[in-house]
């Protein structure tokens, strides 16, 4: 069983930035591929981003293009830790955001899909103010 523990979110204006954290209570933490998905009021649990081993080429994921270029993960294996830096943010970013794991398959394409991460974390709430 892996714990996640997600820190970061809170209230920010239009434009502002945050950096999410979520920490992973498993020493094999870099054979893990780790995601960040969100989820508005009314809406769907929405994938945001991912990541396997060191990221770089081919390891790492955007969802939606309205996060390329905003948004960027990032994987410290040693500290059992991903990021989710987001900058620029917008009203429409605000939402719960949620932390998930699942072991790597480096043979497959990452994972997309609420349905393919085996572990997640309680969320963390993004506010964007006007």
């Known amino acids: 069983q892996v714990q996640l523990v997600e820190s970061g979110g809170g209230l920010v204006q239009a434009g502002g930035s945050l950096r999410l954290s979520c920490v992973a209570s498993?020493?094999?933490?870099?054979?893990?591929?780790m995601a960040w998905f969100r989820q508005a009021p009314g809406k769907e649990r929405e994938f945001v981003a991912a990541?396997?081993?060191?990221?770089?080429?081919?390891?790492?994921?955007y969802g939606d293009s309205s996060v390329k270029g905003r948004f960027t993960i990032a994987k410290d294996n040693a500290k059992y830790t991903v990021y989710l830096q987001m900058n620029s943010l917008k009203l429409e970013d605000t939402a719960i955001y949620y932390c998930?794991?699942?072991?790597?398959?480096?043979?497959?394409?990452?994972?997309?899909?609420?349905?393919?991460?085996?572990?997640w974390g309680q969320g963390t709430q993004v506010t964007v103010s006007s």
């Open positions: 498993t020493r094999t933490f870099s054979n893990y591929a």
């Open positions: 998930a794991a699942r072991p790597t398959i480096l043979t497959a394409p990452l994972a997309t899909t609420a349905r393919e991460y085996d572990y």
């Open positions: 990541v396997r081993g060191r990221g770089g080429n081919g390891n790492i994921y």
